[in-house]
């Protein structure tokens, strides 16, 4: 039956992939409106001709060129004309469900044991090819969804079952034994096993015009009731107890060596600051040996300097003496010559009975053997001589102002004999004589 139809538009829900106008007959100046994500195609005589993308359209032979040329070797221009119209839903289609209808039948990789598992998940779909699908899967129906729909003679799923299990069949068992996946484990897997399956599946379907952007494996069902299967979790179990066993030894282990590398660490930093103690106190004991070498060092240098500056004195004394004409012998000897001057003018009457002045006495006790004395011998040996007789009647000393008086012109003989005047012969016989003198 023809209708005449002045807007044409989609009417189909969101879950359609491919849906027919009811209408086949329109007139030209029909309006063709054509939502975002969608495609329209003029079909005559189950040929596909012109497709539309989104918009609003006049139909007219000028702007479809195609039905025009048909219409006019059909025709030959006469309107109305007879044709089809098909909307092509492009939405991505999410969460698709899928599933194997019967269990797949594989050899564990890890045991042996021949199992069967089960698998699901979801997918999502969309048209890439609007053309090719219409062409190789709609053909003069009403439409086609995902799942079967009233007035749809076919559905997605009816249709690309057999090759979603074919594809999870063959490659389920072969993708687990090739990554070594152990059974019990095979959740943590589905990642790996839904990209691998994925790229399997999108191939079919790229044959028909359509892509799948997501495949998902969400579930492998375990044979829970097998018996093959209930003995490699037991097994699964006894491995996983071994495993936690070694892990703890191996806990233990790492834990005993801390410890002991942290006791020897300890002991190490025990005896770093140990030597780092010694070595702070080696280098303040010999600091303060260097400090005291240094203050003995400038006691030394300041000895030196006093000894130099008193020997630099007495060689400048020296050499004014020396410009002068004269030594320290011969001031000596002028202060001995002065003091026996100075003793021979204060000698008084009892000078003779031994009486007077102490630097006469000394120098009348000193006359036994100053013959060899120099200039002053004569003078002295002359006032031994003039005063023996006194000396002989003069009362007997006692003994200790004798010993007294020995020990007195000794030093002085000394004094003389270190100051160059007397030799160290004159000097013991010199002594000698002062011995018998009080003998």
């Not at 687990?176 to 999108?202: F, H, M, P, Q, Y």
Request: hydrophobic share 40%; aromatic share 6%; proline share 4%.
């Amino acid at each position: 039956m023809a209708h005449i139809a002045e807007v044409i538009k989609y009417e189909g829900d969101n879950s359609t992939f491919i849906w027919k106008h009811p209408c086949e007959d329109f007139n030209l100046g029909s309006q063709l409106i054509v939502h975002e994500s969608q495609e329209a195609i003029f079909m005559l005589n189950g040929q596909a001709l012109d497709l539309f993308g989104p918009g609003r359209y006049t139909l007219e032979t000028q702007n479809i060129p195609l039905i025009g040329k048909a219409l006019k070797l059909a025709t030959g221009g006469v309107s109305p004309f007879h044709c089809e119209v098909y909307f092509i839903n492009k939405t991505e289609q999410m969460a698709i469900k899928w599933g194997t209808p019967d269990k797949v039948r594989f050899i564990d990789p890890l045991t042996g044991v021949p199992l069967e598992l089960g698998a699901s998940g979801d997918l999502s779909l969309a048209v890439e090819d609007s053309r090719k699908l219409l062409v190789k899967l709609v053909g003069t129906m009403r439409g086609i969804a995902w799942e079967d729909a009233a007035g749809f003679t076919k559905s997605l799923q009816a249709s690309f079952r057999p090759l979603i299990t074919s594809t999870v069949k063959t490659n389920l068992g072969a993708i687990i034994k090739d990554n070594a996946i152990d059974i019990l484990e095979v959740d943590e897997k589905l990642e790996l096993i839904s990209d691998v399956l994925g790229t399997k599946i999108r191939e079919g379907f790229e044959d028909y015009g359509l892509t799948v952007p997501k495949f998902y494996v969400t579930n492998i069902v375990l044979p829970e009731d097998d018996p093959n299967f209930r003995r490699i979790r037991e097994l699964h179990t006894i491995v996983l107890q071994t495993r936690v066993i070694q892990a703890e030894a191996t806990v233990k282990t790492a834990t005993a060596q801390s410890q002991a590398q942290y006791r020897t660490a300890e002991e190490q930093s025990k005896a770093a600051i140990e030597a780092a103690r010694r070595q702070a106190e080696l280098e303040r004991q010999t600091t303060e040996t260097e400090v005291a070498k240094r203050v003995a060092e400038r006691k030394v240098i300041a000895a030196q300097a006093e000894a130099q500056a008193a020997r630099m004195q007495g060689l400048t004394e020296a050499e004014i003496m020396a410009a002068k004409g004269y030594n320290q012998k011969d001031v000596l000897q002028a202060e001995v010559q002065k003091a026996y001057a100075e003793g021979i003018g204060n000698m008084g009457p009892d000078t003779v009975n031994g009486g007077g002045s102490s630097v006469v006495g000394d120098m009348l006790g000193l006359g036994v053997g100053m013959a060899a004395a120099g200039t002053i011998m004569p003078q002295i040996g002359n006032m031994f001589g003039n005063m023996q007789q006194p000396q002989q009647s003069a009362a007997p000393a006692q003994p200790q102002d004798d010993m007294a008086a020995f020990k007195a012109k000794v030093e002085k003989l000394s004094m003389m004999k270190d100051a160059g005047l007397l030799t160290e012969e004159e000097f013991t016989k010199m002594k000698a004589e002062l011995l018998k003198s009080i003998l």
